[in-house]
């Protein structure tokens, strides 16, 4: 039954029945985040409340609404856009929502995580200055309590004007701090092309910023991947499905050891492909089987009614990759994050001793 599965994906013909022991291995092995939304992190409990703290007209329907992810999901923009437009009035929920998510992936044996946030959509409650401080905020007392180093990439909305963005890695310039390490860009993809942005990630990449860019996610044409990898320098890729149309693309990806930070939940595949074919025609599985170096995430866990660790378990037991695979993942992701090399090495060492150390006992599955 979809309403019993992680993330209400379709049953698949790969699952097993896993014992406890199985479950207990995904939410505990160290393991990081490098692709989510920190509004996408919103629980319905903490928008309830911040609907009434900040008097904002939104229904309790409209929430019901907005956590109920359909059989064909038509994705969370929306959400993120009554977010910003009614709800985020005050810097201090940005921090509420940044603390109780780094407490959340705490739980899930997250120790690393980089989270996307905009703020253009925000400009009318608060400056780059105190939404950025106000995160910054979230960040250190996630460190102090549970322990868990987190980072911020502040993301173009591709909805709005490149002036727009420009704008963005202007204050980002302007605002320097540890925290904040790259630039990313979200929102609808479709008519909305990464090259419009060129000269945001210029300034962003000659600032000394990492980038990252959300292509191909909805089906769009591989060219997206493309642009993002070849003419804006993206450091890694979001998503990015489509290049599995172009067997040249994928040379260049290899060569160049392009990672790519997918979402087994990934909204448009749910909708496009019927439930027979999802866990087998899902593009992780053909971009593994051809070499690329692929690690899940979430997303927008809260909306997609998933958790970091039920994204790995998705990833092995409705989309079939072996343990050995899901290893050279979380080895990837390693590699995927924006740290320093020394730091790199230090993880692979130690989290996946852990991971196999967390494997080895694991008793067979029938
Ligand atoms: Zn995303």
Known sequence: ????????VPDSPFSKQLPEEWLNFFKTFPKL????????????????????????????????????RGDKPVGVLRIFRCLERKVLSKPSFLTRITLKHIQRVAS????????????????????????????????RQGMQRYGVTARSIPSIDREDTPEAAVELVEEMTKHPDDYTIGLG??????????????????????????????????GEHWRNVETAMKLLGADRIDH??????????????KASDMHFAVVPTNSYYLRTLSDEEWAIKHPVRKMVELGLKVFPNSDDPTMHHISISESWLLMHNWL????????KMLENSIEAAWVTDEQKAIWKKEWLKEFDRLSVDLPPVN
Not at 108 to 136: C, P, S
Not at 320 to 327: A, E, I, K, S, V
């Open 185 to 218: 860009i979200d929102y609808r993809e479709t008519n909305h092309e990464p090259e419009n942005f060129w000269k945001a990630f210029k300034m962003a990449k000659e600032a000394g910023f990492k980038i990252t860019i959300h292509a191909g996610e909805f």
């Open 1 to 8: 039954m979809r309403s019993d599965n992680p993330g209400f």
């Open 240 to 253: 990015g499905y489509t290049i599995i149309d172009n067997p040249e693309l994928i040379k260049e990806a």
């Open 108 to 139: 899930q044996g997250v120790k690393y995580i980089e989270f996307y946030w905009n703020w253009t959509g925000l400009k009318h409650f608060m400056t780059y200055d105190e939404a950025r401080q106000a995160i910054n905020e979230g960040i």
């Open 320 to 327: 079939d990759f072996t343990l050995p695979q899901l290893r």
């Open 33 to 68: 985040e490098l692709h989510c939304h920190l509004l996408g992190t919103t629980s319905k409990e903490t928008f309830e409340e911040l609907v009434a703290e900040s008097g904002a007209d939104v229904s309790q329907e409209e929430i019901n609404n907005f956590y109920t």
